[in-house]
């Protein structure tokens, strides 16, 4: 991966749209625009002042690599067009290299569509706290990190810039967004869920938990947007070291969280340096996954 490490996009001749938590996104005609995946990483939806080099191309990767294989589950947002065809200079073009694609203008569903496959996070508290994970009833005796009897949609509304997301009914994402249009949703994530899951296990992944992002376009087609399967929208568990009761290690950006709750921060912006040996370890977990789900198949298992 040899293009630079970016933190902010500043593109020539091109509207900026959106700034992202980590994408930034540019108008490119009225049916188009330009999304770039940055080096930027938050956590506790605080931007963290250091970027995790090549983290913008490795999910930019790993979500192309799954668009490309989940077109017969839903369509998607990719044009297929080269984003370097939209850009002036060399060094735009240099920039934009393995970390930017071309989609489809769409309606943006306001629902975060959470599918949870283990007991986990803020699911693994709901449960110790009442028996249930998002308002759904579970089976007593569960442990953490456990695998549940099968995969669970838990949606959460999308919040503004700077706001928490926030958990929601099944019941909500009906008065959202319409009953037809919410079971779509839900059917269609469970669907995804377990064809990635299934993948990753064969690849020695396990994936505890993900969430997608839907738009329609003009016609009312459900088409998955933004970015799939990533380890910032998943949490991966190596399956070679999962056991449960405990909290697994990860390939994802918990290993930020970990080391970010060592330390005396009130989660609010500005949002505290990391050290080199964190950034580093980071960018090598983010670089393994993206080996391990699109490299052969491991004998290992889920």
């Not at 192309?64 to 850009?87: C, E, K, Y």
């Not at 953490?144 to 838990?154: D, G, M, N, S, V």
């Not at 995804?192 to 990753?200: M, N």
Request: glycine content about 8%.
């Amino acid at each position: 991966m040899s293009a630079p490490t970016v933190f902010r996009t500043q593109l020539s001749g091109l509207e900026r749209l959106h700034e992202g938590k980590v994408r930034d996104i540019y108008a490119v005609d009225a049916d188009s625009m330009l999304i770039v995946t940055t080096d930027r990483l938050s956590a506790f939806d605080v931007v963290l002042p250091d970027p995790i080099p090549g983290k913008g191309e490795v999910l930019n990767g790993i979500s192309n690599f799954w668009f490309a294989r989940t077109r017969q589950i839903v369509p998607n947002h990719l044009t297929g067009r080269d984003p370097g065809s939209v850009v002036r200079t060399e060094a735009d073009r240099a920039l934009l290299a393995g970390r930017a694609v071309i989609v489809r203008r769409l309606k943006a569903l306001p629902v975060e569509a959470v599918v949870r496959g283990y007991l986990i996070g803020s699911g693994w508290k709901d449960y110790q706290a009442g028996g249930t994970l998002c308002g759904i009833r579970l089976p007593q005796g569960l442990r953490q990190a456990e695998r549940l009897p099968e995969p669970i949609f838990t949606p959460a509304y999308k919040a503004q810039a700077g706001a928490h997301d926030e958990n929601i009914s099944f019941a909500h994402v009906t008065e959202l967004v319409g009953a037809e249009l919410a079971a779509r949703v839900r059917d269609t994530a469970l669907a995804l869920y377990r064809f990635a899951a299934a993948h990753a296990a064969r690849r020695g992944i396990i994936v505890a938990d993900t969430k997608f992002e839907f738009g329609v376009d003009e016609r009312g087609t459900l088409t998955l947007i933004d970015e799939v399967v990533t380890p910032d929208s998943s949490r991966f568990w190596p399956a070679d070291t999962y056991r449960v009761g405990t909290s697994p290690p990860s390939f994802d950006k918990q290993f930020v969280r970990d080391y970010l709750e060592t330390l005396d921060w009130n989660k609010k912006a500005p949002g505290p340096h990391l050290p080199p040996e964190v950034i580093e370890r980071t960018s090598a977990k983010y670089r393994e996954a993206l080996t391990r789900l699109t490299g052969p198949e491991t004998a290992q298992s889920g």
